[in-house]
């Protein structure tokens, strides 16, 4: 694994909440270009290393945000919400929507191999901001 490469894998694994390629690049210590950036990504997704999902915001528009993958447990992605306010990430936990997509695969004859689920509204925090504000 190339320095970049690891450089990047270190970012996603210590981060907190999905991060952009934007965030990446102004996490690194080691100035790399974001052609560089970007490849590490699409090599650790390819490699399994991380996944990506695409979310819409109306105040930042549509950014790739990416997480790395924990390959020693069964289940290793997660799910997030995000809220439309703040732009926090929460982690709302590990998938427990599979029992369901097996039920999809038998039911369609389908083989389901990856599933990308995210959610948006307001988090705890700017709803209590907006009833003490009332």
């Not at 997660?78 to 929460?90: G, L, T, V």
Request: charged content about 20%.
């Amino acid at each position: 694994m190339t320095r970049s490469r690891k450089t990047v894998l270190d970012i996603l694994i210590t981060a907190n909440e999905p991060v952009s390629a934007a965030d990446i690049k102004n996490s690194c210590k080691i100035t790399f270009d974001p052609a560089t950036i970007y490849r590490a990504l699409h090599y650790l997704e390819q490699e399994g290393y991380a996944e990506s999902f695409v979310l819409h915001c109306r105040e930042h528009g549509t950014e790739r945000y990416y997480t790395a993958i924990n390959t020693e447990e069964e289940h290793t992605h997660r799910h997030w919400f995000h809220c439309e306010q703040c732009h926090c990430f929460i982690d709302v936990g590990s998938c427990v929507i599979c029992e369901t997509l097996q039920g999809y695969e038998k039911t369609h004859n389908l083989e389901i191999r990856s599933h990308i689920l995210y959610l948006t509204g307001i988090c705890p925090a700017c709803k209590n901001n907006a009833l003490q504000s009332k």
